[in-house]
């Protein structure tokens, strides 16, 4: 049920105000240190925001996805990394138990995940399964009441403090593609399981990517999510709530680096006139603004429709296509405006700017939407 609109203001203006003043502040430092600092991590606890999506009966606060963007527009309005501190509880470490999962994997870890005391990850990419998920080599084996488990996932966010992962692997080898996939909740105490060690990234310091390798890992045969051969498919309904929720991210960082560009441009002097007075400077804003302002809308659009339990598949894809384009492009204009100044690491334009480029790759390339959402058109006239 939707919050009413009172509490929704109060949700988003705390979090806002704790973006702001708790956030912000530390950006240079996480990103220097590489590393959330634990009483952020715990304030985050004390807030709620591991449990946003997950069911009230659970512990979570139960948000639909209308306010779940609206929270993301806030947390987007600081460095990345924070958001993925709480983003793989949020959505795909843990919407596959939400969406799938029976009662009793449900009452065994949706408490912890909404509280925060246990991460959740996923783990569908791999080695020779990027952008084609379907290709995925990892195996799951049944073996009387266990699967064992062999293979390999790459880029895997915040596995190295996971204490669960919603695996994808293929349950029938001789099945190729989609079909012989199943999804699997895996604790990550098991033994076999080892983490590597975080890749050395782009931006985004302060949140992790690992390899998981998982080697003769026995996994009771009751922690199978959802029928066998679905895994695919439950894999693709995951990411469709995932890639809105990045969207709103995107559009929460764009709002963010306007508000700096603007800000600087009416502070900084050139030709003995603030540069904001410029026209040139004025079209890079206005172009930014109007482009923020076109995600926030089909990012509220499309978490409207997906409330009231229409398909927003294709919607999602133009969200995620258009938002993560969008505020690559803002992110430079916010260079563009900022100058050399933009250039150096003393300004967090420059960071925000590496920060904002996997947004075009994560959770489905740009060229994979643009896929989806054409092959949902070609779909509906036959
Ligand atoms: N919801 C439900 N079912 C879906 C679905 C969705 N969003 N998308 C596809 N399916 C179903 C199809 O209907 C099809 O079912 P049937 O076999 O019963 O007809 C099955 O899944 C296979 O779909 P499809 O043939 O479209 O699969 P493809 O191998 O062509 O792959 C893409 C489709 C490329 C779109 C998919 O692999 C993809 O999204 N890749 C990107 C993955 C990604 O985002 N990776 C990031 C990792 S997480 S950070």
């Known amino acids: 049920m939707a919050l009413d609109i009172e509490t929704r203001n109060q949700l988003v203006s705390t979090i806002e105000r704790f973006v702001r003043e708790r956030l912000v502040p530390l950006e240079h430092r996480v990103s220097e240190d590489d590393a959330v600092p634990d009483d952020i991590i715990q304030e985050m606890r004390e807030l709620g925001l591991f449990g946003l999506s997950i069911p009230e009966e659970y512990g979570g606060l139960g948000l639909n996805m209308d306010e779940e963007v609206a929270v993301a ?27 799938f999962g029976n009662d009793e994997q449900k009452n065994e870890w949706l408490p912890k995940l909404a509280t925060g005391e246990a991460v959740a990850s996923f783990a569908l990419t791999e080695p020779n399964a990027g952008s084609d998920s379907a290709a995925v080599e990892t195996k799951a084996i049944r073996d009387g ?14 596995a190295n403090k996971a204490s669960v992962f919603t695996l994808m692997a293929r349950s029938d080898p001789d099945k190729k593609g989609a079909g012989g996939v199943s999804s699997f909740i895996v604790p990550s105490d098991l033994p076999g399981i080892t ?21 003769d890992v026995r996994l009771p045969a009751k922690y199978l999510l959802g029928a066998e051969g679905e895994g695919f498919k439950n894999a693709m309904r995951i990411l469709d709530r995932g890639r809105l929720h990045i969207s709103a991210v995107c ?41 923020a302002y076109a995600g926030r809308c089909m990012v509220l659009d499309a978490a409207k429709k997906r409330d009231a339990g229409e398909n927003v598949v294709m919607e999602s894809s133009c969200c995620k296509l258009f938002c993560s384009e969008m505020v690559g492009r803002v992110a430079d204009r916010a260079v563009q405006i900022f100058g050399g ?29 643009q896929l989806v959402i054409a092959r949902n058109m070609i779909k509906q006239v036959g």
Do not use: W
């Open 73 to 99: 527009f806030e947390l987007g309005k600081t460095s990345p990394a924070f958001r993925s501190v709480v983003g793989t509880n949020i959505g795909i470490g843990s919407q596959g138990i939400v969406m």
């Open 195 to 215: 983490i590597g060690k975080p890749d050395k990234k782009m931006g985004q310091q302060g949140a992790h990517i690992c390899d998981v390798i998982f080697e």
């Open 251 to 291: 559009v929460g960082v764009a709002e963010r680096l306007i508000k700096d560009a603007v800000e600087y441009a009416v502070d900084r002097k050139q030709f003995g006139e603030r540069i904001a007075d410029f026209q040139l400077i004025q079209a890079m804003l206005a172009d930014s603004q109007t482009e």
């Open 341 to 369: 100044s933009g250039y150096v690491s003393e300004y967090s334009v420059e960071r925000f700017y590496r920060d904002v480029r996997i947004f075009r790759i994560y959770e489905g390339t740009s060229q994979i939407q």
């Open 145 to 158: 009441d266990v699967y064992v488990i062999n293979g390999t996932k790459r880029f895997i966010t915040n």
